[in-house]
């Protein structure tokens, strides 16, 4: 399986080639915002929902789900509403930042030879953010974007530490929202240092937001917020089209389940186990589920499988459980229980799903997924 490091991927191009030259030694002018803005995407661009609309959660709030089935590991469809609220609130520290430099504050452009930038600056309460996005491919609408914040009391560029870097390129706007494709990196431990935000940990994105439809895979290494009940560390692909509905894989290694007497729930006991789960759903809230569990509170060396259908009022229409050999096959589904959904989650989800599809239409497209690791250390 390939998979792209930080260093390799745009961060890298961003801070090593591209952005450094934006910020001294040219010519500036007043300009108003346009596709440098553009290419940087929005929460509502990379945000998880697991319904078919923008921004509502179609009664698949997590409370409701965890009272129809208390304490089974088999509310993925629960927890992985959970994990996306999370992602979507981790977003959001960062994004927060970026929309008000561009609601509030007029950008400057910056040429020196061939480079193109646009830079936004304004203190906050304890930092001064610079936002700086620049052209790599003006005919192909392609940006490579940072923000970097440092100390309000400093006035040295070598204090400057890296909180979001990628690079994006514009696609025609969905009823005049923001559509784009790209990879986009966060530093949280960084936003940590410099507001003292509860937040911490590494988390890459590739991106793609065509017409109706959204495609994410996600990286994160260690990442904690302020309601994170322990470390997000895993793999994640997302797709979702509106109207229609989606599916959502989940790869990691940590603690998700414990014991209550013999019965395994959703918890954390100090034991990782290994798990893979994926989620398919209908835009009016049908969907299956399949979570599969091993080693950790599960059993040195064992294993189970469980798989369940929901009905749109988040009502279990369906239950299949196995252990030992049984947990790597397919759930035989009940055709008069089970809904049937637009993506299929026959499979648990392998290398395939942490791949780019090779299919260029609007189903399709999103990028390599940047892996969180250790050399984003700016």
């Known amino acids: 399986m390939k998979r792209m490091t930080w260093a390799s991927m745009a961060v890298a191009l961003v801070l090593a080639g591209l952005l450094p030259g934006c910020f001294g030694g040219g010519e500036e002018e007043a300009v108003a915002g346009d596709e440098y803005a553009e290419a940087v995407p929005d929460t509502a661009m990379l945000a998880l929902t697991l319904d078919g609309e923008e921004t509502a959660t179609q009664g698949l709030e997590v409370g409701t789900i965890e009272a129809a089935l208390p304490g089974d590991p088999a509310a993925f469809k629960g927890h992985a509403g959970e994990v996306m609220e999370n992602l979507n609130a981790l977003l959001a520290e960062t994004h927060s930042e970026i929309e008000t430099l561009f609601a509030e504050v007029e950008p400057v452009t910056f040429s020196k030879g061939a480079l193109d930038c646009k830079i936004w600056e304004t203190d906050g309460p304890k930092v001064h953010w610079r936002l700086a996005s620049c052209v790599k491919d003006k005919k192909l609408k392609k940006y490579a974007f940072v923000l970097k914040g440092r100390p309000l009391a400093s006035t040295s560029d070598a204090d400057y530490l890296i909180v979001v870097a990628g690079e994006?390129?514009?696609?025609?706007?969905?009823?005049?929202?923001?559509?784009?494709?790209?990879?986009?990196g966060y530093n949280f431990t960084n936003l940590n240092t410099l507001n003292g935000r509860p937040v911490a940990g590494k988390l890459g994105i590739g991106?793609?937001?065509?017409?109706?439809?959204?495609?994410?895979?996600?990286?994160?290494?260690?990442?904690?917020?302020?309601?994170?009940?322990?470390?997000?560390?895993?793999?994640?692909?997302?797709?979702?089209?509106?109207?229609?509905?989606?599916?959502?894989?989940?790869?990691?290694?940590?603690?998700?389940?414990?014991?209550?007497?013999?019965?395994?729930v959703i918890g954390q006991d100090q034991l990782?186990?290994?798990?893979?789960?994926?989620?398919?759903?209908?835009?009016?809230?049908e969907a299956r589920t399949v979570l599969a569990a091993c080693g950790g509170s599960v059993g040195e060396d064992k294993c189970i499988r469980v798989a369940q259908c929901w009905s749109?009022?988040?009502?279990?229409?369906?239950?299949?459980?196995?252990?030992g050999d049984g947990s790597d096959k397919a759930p035989a589904w009940d055709a008069t229980k089970c809904s049937e959904i637009p993506y299929s989650v026959e499979d648990l989800p392998g290398d395939d799903d942490l791949e780019p599809p090779e299919s260029s239409d609007s189903e399709a497209g999103a990028p390599a997924m940047p892996e969180p690791d250790e050399s984003f250390e700016g």
């Open 207 to 264: 991106y793609r937001a065509a017409g109706n439809t959204r495609h994410l895979v996600i990286g994160l290494n260690h990442v904690t917020g302020p309601k994170l009940k322990t470390e997000m560390h895993g793999i994640y692909r997302y797709f979702r089209v509106l109207g229609k509905g989606g599916r959502f894989a989940f790869l990691g290694f940590g603690d998700y389940l414990a014991k209550e007497g013999e019965k395994l």
């Open 168 to 184: 994006g390129k514009v696609l025609p706007k969905q009823d005049d929202k923001k559509r784009g494709s790209g990879r986009i």
């Open 312 to 323: 749109k009022d988040d009502s279990v229409t369906f239950d299949d459980q196995a252990g």
């Open 272 to 285: 990782d186990e290994f798990v893979k789960a994926v989620i398919g759903w209908r835009a009016t809230g």
